[in-house]
C-alpha cells in the first residue's frame, strides 16, 4: 500500500512538473510600464511681429518744437508774425491801398482764418471792417529792404465797400444788449397818471 501511495505521489509531482511551463505559456504577458517621458525642450519665443507702418522720420528745428510742444527759439522762413499783418497797408493790383489789416481771425485749434480790413472811411473814422479770407491775400517779403512784408489782393476797393460787414463777438453782444435795453425802456408815468390834454379851456362867461 505504501509502494502505491509513493508511486502515485511521484506521477503528480512529475505531472505538476511538466505542467507548470505549459500553464506559464499560456498567461498573458504582464504590460510592461511606459518608459519616462523625456522632457519637452522649451519652445523659443515667437518673433515680434513687425510694425505695419515705418517710423516716421524726426522732425527737427522749430517744427519739432512745434509738435512736441516746446519753446520755439527761432521764427522760420515759413512762420509768419502777426506783427507781419496787423496794420500793414493791403494793396490791390493796380498797386493802391484799398484798407489797413486791423485783425487776424484764428480758429481755436490754429491756423489765420481771415484779416478784418478797415476800408472806407478817413483816418479810421468812418470805416467799415470786412473779414477777408486768407486765400485772397498774397503776402510776399522784400530781402532788399529787411523782410518787409507787403499785402497784397485781387479783391478791388469797391468790392471790399460791397462787402458785409464783420461783426465780432463783442459786436454781437453789445447789439442784444442794446436792443434789450429799448425793448423794456419804456414804462407808464408813475400813478398811471396820463399826459394833460392840450385843449385850450373854454372861457368862463
Known amino acids: 500500500m505504501k509502494k502505491t501511495l509513493s508511486t502515485m505521489a511521484a506521477v503528480v509531482l512529475l505531472a505538476s512538473t511538466a505542467i507548470a ?87 481755436e485749434d490754429g491756423g489765420i482764418v481771415a484779416a478784418v480790413i478797415g476800408v472806407g472811411g478817413f483816418l479810421g473814422i468812418g470805416e467799415k471792417e470786412v473779414a477777408l479770407p486768407m486765400d485772397k491775400i498774397t503776402m510776399t517779403r522784400d530781402a532788399e529792404n529787411k523782410n518787409e512784408v507787403r499785402l497784397t489782393t485781387t479783391e478791388t476797393a469797391e468790392a471790399l465797400q460791397a462787402a458785409p460787414e464783420f461783426k465780432t463777438l463783442a459786436d454781437k453782444q453789445a447789439e442784444t444788449d442794446r436792443t434789450t435795453t429799448s425793448s423794456t425802456g419804456t414804462s407808464m408815468p408813475a400813478g398811471g397818471a396820463t399826459n394833460p390834454s392840450t385843449t385850450p379851456a373854454a372861457p368862463s362867461k
Request: aromatic share 4%; no cysteine.
Open 21 to 107: 511551463p505549459a500553464f506559464a505559456q499560456t498567461q498573458p504577458a504582464a504590460p510592461a510600464s511606459p518608459a519616462p517621458a523625456a522632457p519637452a525642450a522649451p519652445m523659443a519665443p515667437a518673433a515680434k511681429p513687425a510694425d505695419s507702418a515705418a517710423t516716421p522720420a524726426p522732425k527737427t528745428g522749430t517744427a519739432t518744437a512745434a509738435a512736441s510742444g516746446g519753446y520755439l527759439t527761432e521764427q522760420a522762413e515759413t512762420q509768419i508774425s502777426a506783427n507781419d499783418y496787423i496794420g500793414k497797408s493791403i494793396y490791390n493790383a493796380e498797386n493802391k491801398s484799398i484798407g489797413d489789416v486791423n485783425d487776424l481771425i484764428l480758429e
